[in-house]
Every structure is written in structure tokens, then in C-alpha cells.
Nanobody
Framework: QVQLVESGGGLVQPGGSLRLSCEAS????????MGWYRQAPGKQRELVAV???????DYAGSVKGRFTISRDYAKNTVYLQMNSLKPEDTAVYFC?????????WGQGTQVTVSS
């Protein structure tokens, strides 16, 4: 069973930055993809950014140019650097990892953007 440990959420003012981290416990197999989703109150969970083995990435249109996803393959860790944060970025952010077609989710970390 793969476990994910997330960190880095918190309260930040509009225009500020945060960096989220998600470390996956060791697995026999390298994760196919590692990504971030978010869910705001009353809304569906949505993709924020994903990193796929081999180097390709994908972002939600609303975060392009502001957020950057990166992976440390040696540490089995994925990061989400969030800059120029807006109040509409407020949500619980979840890490998702896919290993051999199985999905694993983190417990979620709260990001609140408010003055």
C-alpha cells in the first residue's frame, strides 16, 4: 500500500506564494504520474497540474503561468510551486499518484488565499 504525505498548505495573502510537497512511500514501481487536484467548497474536485513519467506536464488553464509542478524521482516527491495566488485558488489540495494503473490519494492540505 502506497502512502502519500502532503505538506505546505496554509494561509497566504493575494499575490503571495506557497509550495506544496507530496512524498510517496517507497514502491517497487516508479509512479507513472504524480499530480495535484483541488476542491473548493461546493465545487467538484479538479485537476490543477500533473507530471507524467518521461517529463511531460499538464496544467489547468486557470493556473498556467502561475503554478509549476516538479518531481524529484529519487525522493518519490512531487512539488507544486504556486505564485501570484488569488482568492479563487482557495481550496483543499490533494496529491494523486498513479502506480501500475492504481490511484492513490493524499489526505489533502488546505490552501487559503485571503487578505
Amino acid at each position: 500500500q502506497v502512502q502519500l504525505v502532503e505538506s505546505g498548505g496554509g494561509l497566504v495573502q493575494p499575490g503571495g506564494s506557497l509550495r506544496l510537497s507530496c512524498e510517496a512511500s517507497k514502491s517497487m514501481f516508479r509512479p507513472y504520474s504524480m499530480g495535484w487536484y483541488r476542491q473548493a467548497p461546493g465545487k467538484q474536485r479538479e485537476l490543477v497540474a500533473v507530471s507524467i513519467a518521461g517529463g511531460s506536464t499538464d496544467y489547468a488553464g486557470s493556473v498556467k503561468g502561475r503554478f509549476t509542478i516538479s518531481r524529484d524521482y529519487a525522493k518519490n516527491t512531487v512539488y507544486l510551486q504556486m505564485n501570484s495566488l488569488k482568492p479563487e485558488d482557495t481550496a483543499v489540495y490533494f496529491c494523486k499518484v498513479v502506480i501500475t494503473s492504481r490511484e492513490y490519494w493524499g489526505q489533502g492540505t488546505q490552501v487559503t488565499v485571503s487578505s
